[in-house]
């Protein structure tokens, strides 16, 4: 890898997506959208938006990052830039990195722009800084980055990515701790959650609702959320294929 062509691939991607107003307006608005519908849908209730706000608002960015990632790397693949851009000197590390670096700069924008709106607008309750609720934000939305990298090596189309959604995302939320506390769960199932990055995206985002200073669970959950989406873009440059599919 060599940081030069990292950045060119960076800047190379950023152009591309500041051309498309409807992905930026889908990475911006649409997780501030939800949040806001779930504001009012507890409106009664401020309570529970409080502590299921602070989980969805983990949840909303590493979905919205896996979909737009996913799909704006698929489109580089089926258009054959892929394979030109491989057929010259850049590595797979310069290519997944330039990707992951283009993406991660958009990440830290939705992430800042989803908690602004929580805490500001919306008066999120919750006892830590603003500070550990961006971070845990931020470090899902790279995660989204990452599983939509390592995805997109795997689908022909965008109708293929989407079907990923049930089998990547779904199951995730479904076992992270956000419906059910996961030590209620059945054993297969607790064992399974306890494997899953999301869990621990949603057990940050819990620390920092109940706890005023950083704990060590904190800092467990924030380490395992960042090492599960670089591990995930090491096994998403190993399985890059230089042919279109």
């Known amino acids: ?35 806001v519908l779930l504001y009012y849908v507890f409106d009664a209730d401020r309570r529970s938006f409080d502590s299921i706000g602070a989980s969805l608002l983990g949840i909303f960015p590493l979905v919205t990052m896996f979909l737009v990632t996913s799909i704006a790397t698929l489109r580089e693949r089926t258009s054959g830039t892929l394979e030109r851009l491989l057929s010259m000197p850049l590595g797979k590390g310069d290519l997944i990195a330039g990707y992951a670096l283009a993406f991660g700069v958009l990440a830290a924008v939705q992430a800042s ?33 990452a599983l939509g990298l390592f995805v997109s090596a795997f ?61 060590g669970d904190f800092a467990r959950d924030a380490v395992i959320v960042a090492g599960s989406a670089l591990l995930v873009l090491f096994v998403g440059a190993a399985t890059l294929r230089r042919r279109t599919p």
């Open 1 to 35: 890898m060599k940081p030069a062509r990292t950045l060119a691939t960076a800047r190379r991607v950023l152009r591309q997506l500041a051309h498309d107003p409807r992905t930026i307006a889908l990475l911006l608005f649409v997780p501030v959208l939800l949040l």
């Open 113 to 145: 722009v989803a908690t602004a709106v929580a805490v500001w607008l919306l008066d999120l309750n919750f006892a830590g800084p603003p500070g550990m609720l961006l971070l845990i934000a931020l470090l899902d939305a790279l995660l989204g980055t």
């Open 155 to 215: 689908a022909a189309s965008e109708f293929q990515v989407v079907q990923f959604m049930p089998a990547v995302i779904f199951p995730q939320i479904l076992l992270c701790g956000l419906f059910a506390p996961r030590d209620s769960m059945q054993p297969v199932l607790e064992y399974v959650s306890n494997v899953l990055p999301m869990s621990y995206a949603v057990d940050g985002m819990n620390e920092v609702l109940q706890h005023a200073d950083p704990t």
